[in-house]
Structure formats: C-alpha cells, structure tokens
C-alpha cells in the first residue's frame, strides 16, 4: 500500500468515524481494541447509518478497507447488535439495527442499483412514464427495462396491471430524499424538487 493510498484511507476513515462517535447505535467498540480498530469500526457505524442497504463491496471500497479488514469489523459490529444484515440476491446489505422495516430494506436495495433506481426516480417525475420511456431516459433496452420493473414488482414496489405504476411513491420519495447524496446526482435532483413532486389532496 503506498503512503499516498494510505493517507487518504486514513481520512477517510477519520471522517466517517465522526458520523460514528456520534452516531446513536446500540453496541460500541470495545475498550480492548486498538486505536486503528476502534477508528475503523467507527467509520463503518458512521458510514452504515449515512448509506443504508450498501452492500458489502461498496462499503469496503467506499471506507478503502481490506476485504478481511471489513469482514472482521462488521462481524463485530453486527454481533454487538450496532447493525443488521440481510442478503438481496447476490449481494449482503448492511444497516443500522432496528431503524427499518422489511419494505424499507427492499426500497433501498433496489434504490442501490443502478436500472431500478433510475426507474424508480423516473416514476417519481411522470407517473405516466411508459417502458419505452423509461428505456429512453435511463440509455437502456426495452428488455433491461421489463428485467427491472419484474424484480420491482416481486419486491412489491411496482404494480404492472396498467403500466408501471409505483405501489408506495411517498415512501420512495421519503427514502430519495433522506438519502439522495448517498445515491446520484439524479437522486439529489429528485429530491431538490420533492416538494413539486407531492400531491396535496386534503
């Protein structure tokens, strides 16, 4: 590892230990750790909270941790009941303990992946928005489109009796919103305009 890589995986770690330390989880490091343990699972109870539904690979890569290196900590914190994992299809995705329902965890999954994020932030702008369309805004297939809207549907996002339709757009929104710089720049565009996006029917 060079002295440039490791310094910047060192402020890297500094900066998302911060978010930990303050973070309100359950659960801390131990008195026994070392300081550069301590930092790093720090930086993991900062990060978790920061991107929910990360899964494995992006926090690894994102906090510049050796794949054991996360392996360890992240058994340690989920063991001291700091934060849950569940396994979406291929991936394990990581988040604060106790903090979301089932639907949540889903969302943010698929909010995770690139095809049925864009979807799901195109929905969110043109409920009308057909597969052509949606093909079209997001530079994918039609098939890429009807793959990504079946696996929203199983997840009991998307309702495909009549179109696409969003079967839960405020509780998408909300998470767009909440977590949209852990997202895209199309995410924190969506939640820029989110007050546009609410339909008032009192």
Same mark, same amino acid.
């Given at each position: ?9 060192? &402020?890297?770690? +500094? ?11 359950? #659960? %801390? ?9 301590? &930092?790093? +699972?720090?930086? =993991?109870?900062?990060?978790?909270? %920061? ?13 510049? $941790? #050796? ?15 700091? =934060? &849950? ?16 329902? *089932? ?8 909010? +995770? ?6 979807? =799901? ?23 890429? =489109?009807? /793959?990504? /809207?079946?696996? $929203? ?9 009549? #179109? ?5 757009? *405020? +509780? ?16 924190? /565009? ?13």
């Amino acid at each position: 590892m060079t002295e440039g890589f490791d310094g910047q995986k060192r &402020e890297t770690l +500094r900066r998302f230990a911060a978010v930990g330390a303050a973070a309100p989880f359950v #659960g %801390t490091a131990s008195a026994d750790d070392g300081g550069d343990e301590n &930092e790093t +699972r720090e930086a =993991i109870r900062g990060y978790v909270p %920061t991107t929910p539904g990360a899964h494995f690979s992006k926090l690894r890569d994102d906090l510049r $941790l #050796g794949t054991g290196e996360a392996q360890y900590h992240l058994r340690k914190l989920e063991e001291a009941g700091a =934060i &849950e994992s569940e396994k979406d299809d291929d991936y394990r995705r990581f988040f604060p303990a106790g903090r979301f329902d *089932e639907t949540d965890k889903r969302a943010l999954g698929y909010l +995770r992946r690139e095809t049925p994020r864009g979807m =799901i932030l195109a929905l969110l702008r043109d409920p009308d928005a057909t597969g052509a369309d949606l093909a079209s805004a997001l530079g994918v297939s039609r098939p890429a =489109i009807s /793959a990504a /809207a079946a696996d $929203l549907e199983r997840a009991g996002l998307l309702d495909r009796t009549d #179109g696409y339709a969003l079967t839960e757009p *405020e +509780r998408l929104l909300t998470l767009v919103v909440r977590y949209a710089d852990s997202f895209d720049a199309a995410a924190v /565009a969506v939640a820029d305009d989110a007050a546009s996006l609410v339909s008032y029917d009192p």
